[in-house]
C-alpha cells in the first residue's frame, strides 16, 4: 500500500513564495512520474508539473519559469517550490505517483491561497 503525504500549503500574499514537499511511503516501485495537479474551485484538476525518475521535468505554461518541481529519488519525496505567487494559482493542490503497471496515486490535498 502506498501512501502520499503533502506539506507546505497555506496562505501567502500575492509575489510570494511556498515550498510543498510529498512524501511516498510503502510498496515503492517501478516510479514513472512524480508530481503535483491542483483543482481550483469549479475547475477541473489540472497538471502543475511532474518529474521522471531521470529528472525530466514538465510543466504547465501557466506555471513555467515561476515553479520549479524536484524530487529526492532515495527519500522518493518530490517537491514543488513556487515564486512569484498570484491569486489564480489558489487551489488545493495535490501529489500523484504514477507508477509502471500500478493505478495512480494521490495525496489527501494541500490548501494553497494566494491573496491579492
Known amino acids: 500500500q502506498v501512501q502520499l503525504v503533502e506539506s507546505g500549503g497555506g496562505l501567502v500574499q500575492a509575489g510570494g513564495s511556498l515550498r510543498l514537499s510529498c512524501a511516498a511511503s510503502g510498496s515503492i516501485t517501478s516510479i514513472k512520474t512524480m508530481g503535483w495537479y491542483r483543482q481550483a474551485p469549479g475547475k477541473q484538476r489540472e497538471l502543475v508539473a511532474t518529474?521522471?525518475?531521470?529528472?525530466?521535468?514538465n510543466y504547465a505554461d501557466s506555471v513555467k519559469g515561476r515553479f520549479t518541481i524536484s524530487r529526492d529519488n532515495a527519500k522518493n519525496t518530490v517537491y514543488l517550490q513556487m515564486n512569484s505567487l498570484k491569486p489564480e494559482d489558489t487551489a488545493v493542490y495535490y501529489c500523484?505517483?504514477?507508477?509502471?503497471?500500478?493505478?495512480?496515486?494521490w495525496g489527501q490535498g494541500t490548501q494553497v491561497t494566494v491573496s491579492s
Open positions: 500523484n505517483l504514477d507508477r509502471w503497471g500500478f493505478v495512480s496515486e
Open positions: 518529474i521522471a525518475t531521470n529528472g525530466r521535468t
